[in-house]
């Protein structure tokens, strides 16, 4: 029986992986634990081995492709096989998030008929749509995301709103709205159904079929903005983890009986951020941003908060940190987050941040190698909590925390040195309060 | 040829010569002795007080150009000053014979003209005539400026300050100015005293003062008219057309044969002021070879046009000549050339710094100045003592300083507040007036009663609708065509306004290339409908002055294609005279020209652009039988300029959309309002002109073959052109394809379109779109499909562009990427 191999995820932030390398070509026979091809995240590189036994019957990728992680990369099997099943079957990678035009046709040449409509919408960045059909879906509340585009172009119509329309696929005005902001609602199940039609009946064409998802603004900036940072810093990575019991006791509390002084909704990262704003002005050096050569020491800490939304990581910037209460911090990174999801931030909300936090412990991460985000010169990763054995054979929660700085602007000492001075003061949380 | 004449092949070759008679050059020898008996002592000063006050007039004008300053008053004029020193003998001596009846044209360079036929005009009427002229003139606007600032109880006095003032306040662009400062230096003019436009085109005056001459002529008006112009003008094509047209056979030979109307030829004076530069080219010697002007005159007619040459340098043998040419005219012996000899001792414009003739030559003519030299030879003769003199300079000078003073008084003389009245110059552009006769007083004159027409006779015959009650088509002959809608606008129009006139290429007899006019002939006698010349500047021109004169005209120059030998009649003139004369004169003219067809490349161009493109015009372009009539009613009542587009595709086309066809009564279509011919609700189709045949065509094809139902408006008019149906209809339907048979490129179609995407824009499903003819030639006609729109085309570029329809296999490549390319090569 023939098997799909996919791409693995790497890691939770790792959405896509180029194939570097294939080790085996199609025909070729492979044994379990034979390397079959390599390919590497933003972050690192790796071989992915057979699982199966078999004959590779047939790849979707090439070397240098970008392969959305769970999608499929080749098929082992027996020669002879009938794949059909799954050539056609290929699920796509996760939830799509944006839909795209496929390759635009030829343009028609003199006799040949008029393109059939094609299920897209979105070519690049820019949605086509008319002034009319978008004044009649504003009107409507159509559902923009189920109209089929049969105008020149690729250009919604009026007649494609009045068919989506006739069609019952009726949404909000915001959600129109939204669509024309670009912001492009996760697809339904109900929109999805053509597509999610049995795999046999498509045509033998379509299993090469492809989608090229341009890279959005926001995911074209995070890319430039990583790369640099990875190309051009000094980075390293320090693991260390506190003991948790105080600090979830007092979470605990807040959520218990907060509820009066609107504390019950304070989370362990407000917490950590709470925190990290009174221990930064201690370490001028990790406070800073490295501009052309010079450190820039920052009177205020100015705490950028990871957010994840779906265009892709957002820092919006909690300023002051070092001055305000945890009820403060609490409520500007619940509203920075929000409006970071809801595309509302400024440009201002976003920059001139001195430090940075991110979060992947709510995601079960117990340890991370968090890239900084220049030109600051650190960035702290928090993790999840893990129970420990304390030398008396106790168990603690221990959270772990992840901070990689810039070797360029601070030694290990210093770093180290922040890191514990964190790790004592979310011990004792209680006791920073008072502080 | 008509066929009272007989090309007879036995004369044609005869042997002989052609003869020909000596020009008189300068033969004039009178002493002031001799002269003493046809001037008193006052006009021989008042001539002296005319020319020194133009001398006076442009040495202000020249110090205020050059220095900023006259005699302390400090100014600046940033506009044109062409001045005439040393022609004002030249002037003077012209207008001291004319009257108010004696229309006078000019050139750029005519302030003398101006102010000596105005000062003669003042001296010829009374002070009541006078009095009453100035206060009916806009309102006695400038007379209020004058009796407010000019204490004098004296009318004549107040009269010479109205005309200087009035030219000084117009060449410095003074709402007070004769045309409110809109004609400028240039334009200057002042038609109750007979002085009517001068023209910044070189030659621009002659086809219109031929105009005013045969208003004269058909309407048996008094007076003669004079075409001013230099001798460089005697270059330009409309000015030689004029003399050939004002010297054609028929107005003495055939006009008036009958012996019921008055006979005579032109009443019109070419008189040519040869001052022997044209700017700075020498036509004697240079840029021309007929030696003397009156030379050329000799070749136009048997009559060598009485030619002869003056020395306009001696006011009395130009007011001699000048006479003699009159008198002749008067008589019905026109037309008449006269060259008047004569030198610009001023630059051709300040900025002249005339390198191309010496200073010894410039020197020389000052020497010579006729100012200096008449006053010698009177006081030598003892008419008047040099005190005398003195003291009339003294009074000129004094004059004028007060004049200068008042004109540069932005108090007294403001210019034009268009931020406080935007729509100022707006409302003057066309005069919109509903006028049924130019001339109630008169009876039009006619051969036969209207009803007695034969064309008449056979058009009642017609059926007025194109179909019959069973509804099928009418057969052609049978049917009430296009071009019988025009004919019964125009014939009804000539059976109502006596001044009414048409002419053109083969109107008369063959009754027009394509049988719009056939019946007139029997109608009407020559003087109101006849053959013009193949002189297309000279046709328009000439109905731009009968108009200005006070005439209707409808000209007709046969293609549209012909509208570029008439490009500055009808761009420059035709369109600009109601507004540069700020609303005083009005232009009556329609200009009838058709699109042709099967014709190639220089007989089938719809050139509405061209036409629409000029401010002053309207544009209209019918393509229905009820449209043709209701439109061609509505250009000939008013007193705008129309330039009438009609297709040869479509003149025997029946009504098919007024029900019940076209009314045998007046009725009229309004400029500007487009028509819906057919409701639709899916894409609207505009349709200019011929192509509105094939929009219903396409429309079917849309209908049966894709359920797309289209709306058909016909634009009718062009200029002005009401978008609100538009809208509406694209409001309704989404989307809009414009077409028409011109070019694409440039055409009235983009300017639509553009308009459109502004105005409905958030109603639009795909933007306008345009379907013009190929940037190409028009080809054969067995290739016209390929080049200009057709149904299928029609229905490929709404499948391309406004709403792709399934199953659309497209004839014609109407892609953006072929767009994109045609563009590149230009095509």
């Known amino acids: ?435 | 040829m008509p066929k009272s004449q007989y090309v007879d092949p036995g004369k044609v070759f005869q042997p002989g010569y052609a003869e020909f008679e000596k020009i008189p050059l300068c033969t004039y020898n009178k002493t002031i002795k001799d002269e003493k008996a046809n001037y008193k002592k006052e006009d021989f000063l008042r001539i002296y007080h005319d020319m020194r006050t133009i001398r006076e007039f442009e040495t202000m004008l020249n110090e205020i150009k050059v220095k900023s300053e006259y005699r302390g008053v400090e100014y600046h004029n940033p506009g044109p000053a062409h001045l005439s020193i040393g022609q004002e003998a030249s002037a003077v001596g012209q207008a001291y014979c004319l009257d108010i009846n004696d229309f006078t044209f000019g050139s750029h360079r005519s302030h003398g003209e101006i102010l000596a036929k105005g000062l003669s005009s003042i001296n010829k009427l009374t002070e009541d005539e006078l009095y009453a002229i100035m206060k009916e003139f806009l309102g006695g606007t400038i007379l209020g400026v004058v009796e407010k600032n000019f204490k004098t109880d004296n009318v004549k006095e107040l009269a010479k300050d109205f005309l200087l003032y009035g030219a000084l306040a117009e060449i410095f662009a003074r709402k007070t100015g004769f045309n409110r400062g809109l004609g400028g230096s240039m334009h200057a003019f002042f038609i109750p005293f007979g002085i009517f436009p001068n023209n910044a085109i070189v030659g621009g005056s002659a086809p219109i003062a031929l105009g005013a001459a045969l208003y004269k002529r058909s309407n048996g008006k008094p007076g003669i008219v004079v075409a001013n112009s230099g001798d460089g003008a005697l270059g330009r094509g409309p000015v030689l057309e004029s003399l050939n047209f004002a010297a054609m056979d028929q107005i003495t030979k055939l006009w008036g044969m009958d012996g019921k109307y008055s006979n005579g030829g032109m009443p019109i004076l070419f008189n040519v002021f040869n001052n022997f530069y044209g700017m700075g080219g020498q036509t004697m010697g240079e840029t021309m070879g007929f030696g003397n002007p009156a030379r050329l005159a000799a070749g136009f007619s048997p009559t060598q046009l009485h030619a002869e040459k003056v020395n306009g340098y001696d006011p009395l043998a130009v007011i001699e000549a000048t006479t003699r040419k009159r008198d002749l005219l008067l008589r019905g012996e026109g037309p008449a050339l006269l060259e008047v000899a004569t030198y610009r001792v001023s630059g051709h414009s300040p900025s002249d710094a005339s390198t191309y003739r010496t200073a010894e030559e410039i020197e020389a003519w000052r020497e010579a100045c006729p100012i200096k030299a008449y006053r010698e030879k009177l006081v030598k003769a003892r008419v008047a003592t040099n005190a005398e003199f003195d003291a009339i300079d003294e009074a000129i000078i004094e004059r004028m300083v007060e004049v200068i003073k008042l004109a540069i008084n932005d108090e007294v003389s403001p210019r034009m507040d268009l931020a406080a009245e935007p729509d100022m110059i707006s409302s003057i552009m066309y005069s919109n007036n509903h006028v049924k006769s130019m001339d109630e007083s008169r009876k039009p004159e006619v051969l036969i009663p209207k009803e007695e027409s034969p064309r008449v006779k056979q058009i009642a015959g017609k059926s007025r609708y194109a179909f019959d009650a069973d509804g099928k088509p009418v057969p052609k002959m049978k049917v009430f065509g296009l071009r019988d809608g025009l004919f019964e606008a125009i014939i009804d129009k000539f059976y109502e306004d006596p001044t009414t006139i048409a002419y053109g290429e083969d109107n008369r007899d063959w009754g027009g290339a394509f049988a719009v006019y056939r019946g007139l002939t029997e109608a009407l006698p020559y003087h109101r409908f006849f053959n013009a010349p193949i002189s297309e500047s000279a046709i328009v021109g000439s109905a731009v002055g009968y108009a200005m004169a006070g005439g209707r005209a409808i000209v007709e120059l046969m293609y549209a294609d012909f509208i570029g030998c008439a490009g500055d009649e009808i761009f420059n003139q035709l369109s600009k005279w109601q507004s540069m004369s700020a609303g005083i004169l009005k232009m009556p003219v329609v200009l009838r020209v058709s699109v042709g067809s099967k014709y190639g490349a220089q007989h089938s161009q719809d050139w509405t652009a061209l036409t629409a493109h000029i401010p002053g015009l309207k544009v209209c372009f019918p393509a229905t039988p009820y449209d043709a009539k209701g439109l061609m009613n509505q250009a000939l009542n008013g007193t705008d300029p129309v330039v009438f587009f009609e297709s040869q595709r479509i003149y025997d086309v029946g009504e098919q959309f007024h029900e019940g066809g076209v009314p045998t009564d007046y009725y009229e279509v309004d400029f500007g309002d487009p028509d819906v011919k057919k409701t639709g609700s899916d894409v609207t189709i505009l349709s200019i002109g011929a192509v509105l045949y094939r929009a219903l065509d396409a429309a079917k094809i849309l209908e049966e073959k894709y359920g797309v139902s289209a709306e058909i408006i016909d634009a009718r008019s062009i200029v002005p052109f009401n978008y609100e149906k538009v809208i509406e209809s694209v409001k309704k339907t989404g989307r809009i394809i414009i077409v028409g048979d011109a070019v694409d490129r440039n055409s009235v179609m983009r300017d639509m379109a553009s308009n459109i995407a502004e105005m409905a824009f958030d109603y639009l499903d795909a933007p306008p779109v345009v379907f013009g003819s190929r940037n190409w030639i028009t080809p054969a006609f067995e290739l016209e499909k390929f080049y200009f729109p057709q149904a299928e085309g029609i229905v490929d570029v709404i499948s391309e562009k406004l709403l792709p329809l399934p199953g659309r296999v497209p004839t014609y490549n109407e892609t953006e990427l072929e767009h994109i390319e045609r563009s590149k090569k230009g095509v």
């Open chain 1, 1 to 435: 029986m023939a098997n799909l191999v996919i791409m693995p995820r790497q890691g939770q932030s790792v959405e896509s992986c180029i194939i570097t390398t294939w080790q085996k070509k199609k025909g070729d026979r492979v044994n379990e634990g034979d390397i079959i091809f390599s390919y590497e995240t933003d972050k690192s590189a790796f071989d992915e081995p057979a699982q199966f036994s078999g004959v590779i019957l047939h790849t979707f990728a090439e070397e240098g492709d970008v392969v959305d992680c769970l999608a499929p990369v080749c098929i082992i099997g027996e020669e002879g096989e009938d794949i059909s099943s799954l050539l056609g079957g290929a699920a796509p990678a996760e939830e799509k998030k944006e839909e795209v035009k496929k390759e635009e046709a030829a343009p028609a040449g003199k006799a040949e008929p008029a393109p059939a409509p094609e299920a897209t919408k979105v070519e690049g960045d820019r949605l086509r749509i008319s002034p009319r059909a978008k004044n009649l879906a504003l009107k409507t509340g159509v559902d923009l995301s189920a109209v089929t585009p049969t105008g020149p172009h690729g250009r919604i119509i009026e007649r494609d709103v009045n068919a989506a329309l006739d069609a019952g696929k009726t949404g909000t005005t915001a959600a129109v709205e939204d669509f024309l902001r670009g912001i492009v609602p996760e697809k339904k199940e109900e929109a999805e159904a053509p597509a999610a039609a049995p795999a046999a009946a498509a045509p033998s064409a379509d299993v090469y079929a492809y989608e090229e998802v341009p890279m959005s603004n926001v995911r074209r900036v995070i890319a430039k903005s990583m790369h640099a940072s990875l190309s051009e810093m000094a980075q390293l990575t320090l693991n260390a983890s506190f003991d948790a019991t105080r600090l979830l006791a007092y979470r605990k509390l807040l959520k218990e009986k907060g509820e009066e002084m609107g504390l019950s909704k304070v989370t362990i990262n407000d917490m950590v951020l709470f925190a990290v704003g009174r221990i930064l002005p201690n370490f001028p050096d990790i406070n800073a941003n490295l501009v052309d050569g010079k450190i820039r020491r920052f009177a205020h800490a100015n705490v950028g908060c990871a957010v994840d939304t779906d265009r892709g990581l957002l820092v919006p910037v909690i300023t002051c940190a070092e001055k305000k209460t945890l009820a403060e911090v609490s409520a500007d990174a619940k509203r920075l987050a929000g409006g970071a999801r809801e595309g509302k931030l400024s440009p201002d909300e976003m920059s001139g941040g001195s430090f940075t936090v991110t979060n992947l412990g709510s995601l079960g991460v117990e340890s991370f190698t968090p890239v900084i985000n220049p030109p600051q010169t650190a960035i702290l990763g928090v993790c999840c909590t893990t129970n420990r054995l304390k030398a008396d054979g106790t168990v603690y929660p221990a959270m772990g925390l992840s901070l990689t700085f810039d070797h360029r602007a601070v030694d290990g000492a210093p770093a180290a040195k922040f890191l514990k001075e964190l790790c004592a003061a979310l011990e004792s949380f209680d006791l920073l309060l008072a502080k």
